[in-house]
């Protein structure tokens, strides 16, 4: 099989956190800090760090990922990051964790993360800029 014609893995879970905490010993992940607003006192926003968690199943061999970051209407793609993944047969669970610094938006609104394998996007997960006012 070729890139082209690799079946879509299936998404088991895409969660945006704070911080994702691994144990050495039996490489169980923990999530800490799980979101879907942040709040933001000024613009732009700098976020020291996200981490968006990923877990794939049902893959065949290697497939190029990419993980990007955007306004939910396209106009303004913040961040994007990629990488290959492989699986060693079609049972086998690819976890990655995509760890990112000073990721900055530049106005409240409704984003999203967008996840693609072979440039196919096969999972989308929105979250919302808010605007809070100092008291």
Do not use: W
Not at 35 to 54: D, E, K, R, W
């Amino acid at each position: 099989m070729n890139k082209k014609t690799l079946p879509e893995p299936t998404v088991l879970a895409f969660i945006i956190c704070d911080t994702v905490v691994e144990d050495k010993l039996t490489n169980k992940k923990s999530l800490i800090g799980l979101f879907s607003n942040v709040n933001a006192t000024h613009f732009p926003c700098t976020l020291p760090v996200i981490n968006v968690f990923v877990s794939l199943t049902g893959g065949h061999g290697e497939y190029q990922c990419s993980l990007s970051c955007m306004k939910d209407d396209g106009s303004n793609e913040i961040l994007k990051l990629s990488g290959p993944i492989k699986f060693e047969n079609p049972l086998a669970i690819v976890e990655s964790n995509f760890t990112i610094g000073g990721a900055s938006f530049p106005d409240a609104g409704i984003y999203r993360f967008e996840f693609s394998c072979n440039d196919i996007p096969i999972i989308s997960r929105k979250f919302q800029v808010i605007e809070r006012k100092n008291s």
